[in-house]
């Protein structure tokens, strides 16, 4: 009897972090201390909702984040509003192919010439970032030519109908 108390204790007190953690996200006066106790929060049920939309979390806790959690945390960051360059930096290098795309498809990103370079490098093997790269307009023009140019034929065609006009560009 006393291990299914145990267990559900546990998940009472599970419910309750997820919960507190979606109360907490969007709350603009939420406790600093409480929104980063449940940004690191192993359970990824509980540190999504702050990860990707509490105003709360400074740059450095998202890239802290970014650099010690699970994929599952990389992409709840990938989902926030606005992720400027030092931590796509991190989502780029770290992150599966779910986090790149998200990234890369995120309109609020902002790419260093190192994220760039990356992001590219790595939409070399891999159709579906390449398309979610070829679609932003932030891309600068060489790193276009870039990721053109290590496209198969068959991406090549892909990239020109999806965007004819950075293929006329090309």
């Known amino acids: 009897v006393s291990s299914v108390g145990a267990d559900l204790s546990t998940a009472v007190e599970a419910a309750s972090r997820v919960e507190f953690g979606n109360r907490l996200a969007d709350a603009p006066d939420a406790p600093i201390s409480a929104v980063r106790l449940l940004a690191?929060?192993?359970?990824?049920?509980?540190?999504?909702?702050?990860?990707?939309?509490?105003?709360?979390?400074?740059?450095?806790?998202?890239?802290?984040?970014?650099?010690?959690?699970?994929?599952?945390?990389?992409?709840?960051?990938?989902?926030?509003?606005?992720?400027?360059?030092?931590?796509?930096?991190?989502?780029?290098?770290?992150g599966n192919r779910e986090v790149l795309v998200s990234?890369?498809?995120?309109?609020?990103?902002?790419?260093?010439?190192?994220?760039?370079?990356?992001?590219?490098?790595?939409?070399?093997?891999?159709?579906?970032?390449?398309?979610s790269v070829w679609a932003r307009q932030d891309i600068p023009r060489q790193q276009m030519l870039r990721l053109f140019r290590q496209a198969s034929d068959g991406l090549r065609r892909q990239l020109e109908a999806a965007h004819p006009r950075h293929a006329d560009s090309i």
Do not use: Y
């Not at 010439?113 to 159709?127: F, H, I, M």
């Open 40 to 94: 690191f929060d192993e359970s990824i049920e509980v540190a999504a909702p702050v990860l990707s939309r509490s105003e709360r979390l400074t740059e450095a806790d998202l890239i802290k984040s970014a650099e010690t959690m699970s994929q599952e945390h990389l992409l709840a960051i990938a989902k926030r509003r606005e992720l400027k360059e030092g931590l796509t930096d991190v989502l780029v290098t770290r």
């Open 103 to 131: 990234t890369a498809t995120n309109q609020g990103s902002r790419f260093s010439q190192l994220g760039l370079d990356t992001l590219v490098e790595k939409a070399g093997s891999d159709d579906k970032l390449a398309l």
